[in-house]
């Protein structure tokens, strides 16, 4: 890959980058494809659209592939407040989102953080969404909360590569205390929590890693993060 972190169709052609104002925010997406089958591509921590450049290219002669960045990541809005990082608002982000850009049927697929809100863009629009598929991710109320508890059991786990345990949930969803710590030290800490998480850390190539580090140094951006987990507990 080049320095740059670009994203390509299948036929090596840049995608599209866009901005529309949805449910009270402007929120960045790229696309791709001119297929009648639409896919939506929800991203999760710490990236943004920008997370999806190695299977957009496989994507694009199948489907039109749109991918946004969520609320509070990449270069969508993030809003200075602590409501609105729940999942139902940001399912109503994606749902507005794909509605003004002329599609009414879809199918979408999540990851990580992700996951959670196209769980919930499925469970609110089940007349729109076609199919949902998800990776990396327990849903909230669906193991995710037990396996973030501080145990012996799920400490030894994730030590002998047996099993999760997120010990980042319980940290996230402090106030004040991650953003003192991480700030400052966005590179140390985003590139240990990402390749110690990944299956296969040579899997984050530089450029990929550089680029999402960059951004969550934007004003507001490491906030609007921790604020969707902050939020779990509304998701109800």
Same mark, same amino acid.
């Given at each position: 890959?080049?320095?740059?972190? *670009?994203?390509?169709?299948?036929?090596?052609?840049?995608?599209?980058h866009?901005?529309?104002?949805?449910? @009270?925010?402007?929120?960045?997406?790229?696309?791709?494809?001119?297929?009648? %089958?639409?896919?939506?591509?929800?991203?999760?921590?710490?990236?943004?659209?920008?997370?999806w450049?190695?299977?957009?290219?496989?994507?694009?002669? +199948?489907?039109?592939v749109v991918?946004?960045?969520?609320? @509070?990541?990449?270069?969508?809005?993030?809003?200075?407040?602590?409501? =609105?990082y729940?999942?139902?608002?940001?399912?109503?982000?994606?749902?507005?989102?794909?509605? /003004?850009?002329?599609?009414?049927?879809?199918?979408?697929? =999540?990851?990580?953080?992700?996951?959670?809100?196209?769980?919930?863009?499925? !469970?609110?629009?089940? %007349?729109?969404?076609?199919?949902?598929?998800?990776?990396?991710?327990?849903?909230?109320?669906?193991?995710? *909360?037990?396996?973030?508890?501080?145990?012996?059991?799920?400490?030894t !786990? /994730?030590?002998?590569?047996e099993?999760?345990?997120?010990?980042?949930?319980?940290?996230?969803?402090?106030?004040?205390?991650?953003?003192?710590?991480?700030?400052?030290?966005?590179?140390?800490?985003?590139?240990h929590f990402?390749?110690? *998480?990944?299956?296969?850390?040579?899997?984050?190539?530089?450029?990929?890693?550089? +680029?999402?580090?960059?951004?969550?140094?934007?004003? =507001?951006?490491?906030? =609007?993060?921790?604020e969707?987990y902050?939020?779990?507990?509304?998701?109800?």
């Open positions: 890959m080049s320095g740059k972190a *670009e994203v390509f169709d299948h036929r090596k052609q840049p995608v599209k866009g901005r529309i104002r949805v449910n @009270g925010i402007r929120m960045h997406y790229i696309t791709a494809g001119s297929a009648k %089958d639409v896919l939506l591509l929800v991203h999760g921590t710490p990236k943004d659209s920008y997370y450049y190695k299977v957009f290219p496989l994507l694009t002669e +199948h489907f039109t991918a946004p960045d969520v609320r @509070g990541f990449g270069h969508s809005d993030k809003p200075p407040i602590t409501d =609105g729940d999942c139902k608002t940001c399912a109503q982000d994606l749902a507005e989102l794909i509605e /003004q850009l002329g599609h009414s049927k879809y199918h979408v697929h =999540g990851e990580d953080r992700g996951a959670e809100y196209a769980y919930a863009l499925t !469970a609110l629009y089940r %007349d729109r969404v076609l199919s949902l598929s998800f990776c990396e991710m327990l849903i909230s109320g669906l193991g995710l *909360e037990e396996s973030s508890f501080w145990t012996k059991d799920n400490v !786990a /994730q030590f002998r590569q099993g999760v345990w997120c010990w980042h949930l319980p940290f996230f969803w402090l106030p004040h205390v991650p953003d003192m710590l991480i700030t400052g030290h966005e590179k140390e800490f985003w590139e990402m390749r110690q *998480e990944c299956f296969n850390p040579t899997a984050i190539e530089p450029v990929a890693l550089d +680029h999402w580090i960059e951004c969550v140094k934007q004003p =507001g951006c490491l906030r =609007g993060i921790l969707t902050r939020a779990s507990f509304k998701n109800g």
